[in-house]
């Protein structure tokens, strides 16, 4: 079956440690992304990557970091700077966005909760 | 905040009767999809519609987009208790791959 894989799917660290969360997709997509949600609002995008070693920002990206070595894999590592960690943290990916033709559809994986002890 | 807003924040609803949610934005954009969560799970993709489509359906699904008032509309007609889920709108600009998620909408449909 194709799809995003995301793990651990529930994960606690104490202050001051840094963690890493892990995202594979086998959708042959190009695009990759992080997004973070919290209670009660919209999913915030942390980082996106559109082909393999090249990533951009995304509006919270302070305290995170990525890296995209290959094609499938999307890690993001939640460091000590982060100053609220606690969240719901979703991957995506989607297929190339092409320039004039759109946004295309993202597929989700199934998440990774965050807790900060 | 660049966010798009959905309206109302949370709906509860009786089985078979129609389920309607608003979201707004504030930006131009080339297309504007509709999305689903389960509690606790990852969002799953349930309709695009591009700027200029004024009406798409899918199923029980109808979605409108009024882009002079920055607006959409996703209606779900008999609804059951199943469709009890969060509701968000995305758009995103032409060729970027910044999307933008409104707040949601929870719908409660009761058994």
């Known amino acids: 079956d194709g799809g995003i894989t995301q793990s651990p799917k529930y994960l606690f660290r104490k202050e001051g440690q840094n963690v890493t969360l892990s995202c594979e997709q086998n959708l042959n997509h190009d695009a990759m992304y992080w997004y973070r949600q919290d209670p009660g609002q919209g999913l915030r995008l942390i980082y996106y990557s559109q082909i393999v070693n090249d990533f951009q920002k995304g509006d919270i990206a302070e305290g995170y970091s990525v890296s995209r070595e290959k094609k499938e894999s999307f890690p993001l590592t939640v460091t000590s700077a982060q100053k609220n960690p606690t969240a719901f943290y979703l991957c995506?990916?989607?297929?190339?966005?092409?320039?004039?033709?759109?946004?295309?559809?993202?597929?989700f994986g199934a998440g990774s909760r965050l807790t900060v002890l | 905040s660049q966010q798009g807003e959905e309206d109302p924040q949370a709906l509860s609803i009786q089985e078979g009767e129609n389920a309607t949610m608003n979201c707004s934005y504030k930006?131009?954009?080339?297309?504007l999809q509709w999305y689903r969560q389960n509690s606790g799970r990852g969002l799953v993709h349930l309709i695009l519609?591009?700027?200029?489509?004024r009406e798409k359906h899918s199923g029980r699904l109808r979605v409108t987009l009024d882009t002079s008032k920055k607006s959409s509309s996703l209606l779900i007609t008999a609804s059951r208790a199943a469709d009890t889920a969060s509701y968000f709108c995305a758009t995103a600009f032409s060729g970027t791959y910044k999307y933008i998620f409104g707040t949601g909408t929870r719908l409660k449909v009761l058994a």
């Open positions: 995506a990916s989607s297929m190339r966005v092409e320039e004039g033709s759109g946004a295309n559809v993202l597929t």
């Open positions: 519609i591009r700027s200029n489509e």
């Open positions: 930006t131009s954009i080339n297309n």
